[in-house]
Structure formats: structure tokens, C-alpha cells
């Protein structure tokens, strides 16, 4: 079945550094989806990814989809307390809606 | 915030009783899923559901049971429930076409 994979895992960075989370899939992906889960908190949608090769930016997020559809990207520049948690991306392929999750990249930011 | 609420909230039950949780919405969206979240684990797929008695396994159905008899409600339920069923549950729905995921609060269930 389809499979989503995150990597790294965790990552401790200082405020100001920057920040990559990447997303692997082990099937072509219809869309990409992105979310942000705060500590103690649910899953809040931050943006969805369609066209191969695409790239869209919020403020100090950048995300990208790959040319194949396998794989994103989430950049965060000159990180802020505010952009702790896990981020999460999230893709449907195939046929039905699922919707599968990756692993998730836990951000800590140090003051 | 969608309009989506799940409960209980907090439920701690004995191993080998069944357990159902419940998940409404008043979005009239189409797609409702049901997730567990666990540590290392990100977030993963128990079962979901693309119209009133349209249901399909997720990644880790086993030992877990669902129903959807009217738009607003899915039930998930734990035949007999484990002590590896103890986890967050999220449920979470969304529109036609694959659009964004609301999810609810979350559900923390403990199975001693």
C-alpha cells in the first residue's frame, strides 16, 4: 500500500536558523497536503500542493512538490519560537481519497 | 474552527471490553477519516468513509470496526480493546475533490 515517509525526524534548531522537512512517497501522489500540529493540539491545514513542480510560499514557508509527484519539500527561513511543532505532509493517490500521513518532523526552536 | 467534535475526549477502559468513539460534523462534508497518533508513528489511517455506508480499511484496521449510517456521524469502534489500541484518535474530515482536513480534538484512550 501507499507509503509516506518523513524524514528527519526531529530537528533542534536556534531561532533565526533555517529549516527543511522532506516527504517521500512510495507511489505517485495526486496532490500534496501539508499540516502543522502544536503541542497538545490537532492538525491545522496549511496548504495543498496540486501541479508537478510546484512551488508556493506563505510568508516564511516555502513549499514544493517534485517533478514526479513522489516527493515535497517545506522550507521554513530564519526560524521563530512561534514555528514549533510537528509538520506533517499528507498525500492521495490513486484511485480513492485516502488520505495518508507521513511520519511527521518534530521542529523544537531554542530562543 | 470546522464544525467537528469528537467524543468522549478522555476514556480509559479495561482490555477486552469494546470501546466506541464517536465523530460528528455539521459541515455536511462527504470523506470522514479516523486516525491514530502515536509516538514515532506520525499520524496513520484506521478506516474511512466516502458517503453514508461507504466505508474502506486504512492502514491498520485490524481489531477496529466503523459505521456510518447518516453524513453527520462515524463511529469507530474497538471490538475488544488491547492494550496496543492505546493511542490519540483523531477524526478528521474533508469536501469533494480532496480538498483540506479538519480534524477534531482528539480522543485519548487508555486501555489498562
Known amino acids: 500500500g501507499q507509503q509516506v515517509m518523513q524524514i528527519p525526524q526531529y530537528q533542534h534548531v536556534q531561532e533565526g536558523e533555517d529549516f527543511t522537512t522532506y516527504c517521500n512517497s512510495s507511489?505517485?501522489?495526486?496532490?500534496i497536503q501539508w499540516y502543522k500540529q502544536r503541542p497538545g493540539g490537532h492538525p491545522v491545514f496549511l496548504i495543498q500542493l496540486v501541479k508537478s513542480g510546484e512551488v508556493k510560499k506563505q510568508k516564511r514557508l516555502t513549499f514544493q512538490f517534485g517533478e514526479a509527484k513522489k516527493n515535497s519539500s517545506l522550507h521554513i527561513t530564519a526560524t521563530q519560537t512561534t514555528d514549533v511543532g510537528t509538520y506533517f505532509c499528507a498525500g492521495r493517490g490513486g484511485a480513492t481519497n485516502k488520505l495518508i500521513f507521513g511520519t511527521g518532523t518534530l521542529l523544537a526552536v531554542q530562543p | 474552527d470546522a464544525g467537528i467534535t469528537q467524543s468522549p475526549r478522555h476514556k480509559v477502559t479495561e482490555t477486552g471490553t469494546p470501546v466506541t468513539l464517536r465523530c460528528h460534523q455539521t459541515?455536511?462534508?462527504?470523506?470522514m477519516y479516523w486516525y491514530r497518533q502515536d509516538p514515532g508513528h506520525g499520524l496513520r489511517l484506521i478506516h474511512y468513509s466516502y458517503g453514508v455506508k461507504d466505508t474502506d480499511k486504512g492502514e491498520v484496521s485490524d481489531g477496529y470496526s466503523v459505521s456510518r449510517s447518516k453524513t453527520e456521524d462515524f463511529l469507530l469502534t474497538l471490538e475488544s480493546a488491547t492494550s496496543s489500541q492505546t493511542s490519540v484518535y483523531f477524526c478528521?474530515?474533508?469536501?469533494?475533490?480532496?480538498?483540506?482536513?479538519?480534524f477534531g480534538q482528539g480522543t485519548r484512550l487508555t486501555v489498562v
Open positions: 478528521a474530515i474533508s469536501g469533494y475533490g480532496g480538498t483540506e482536513a479538519f
Open positions: 459541515e455536511n462534508h462527504r470523506y
Open positions: 507511489t505517485t501522489l495526486s496532490n
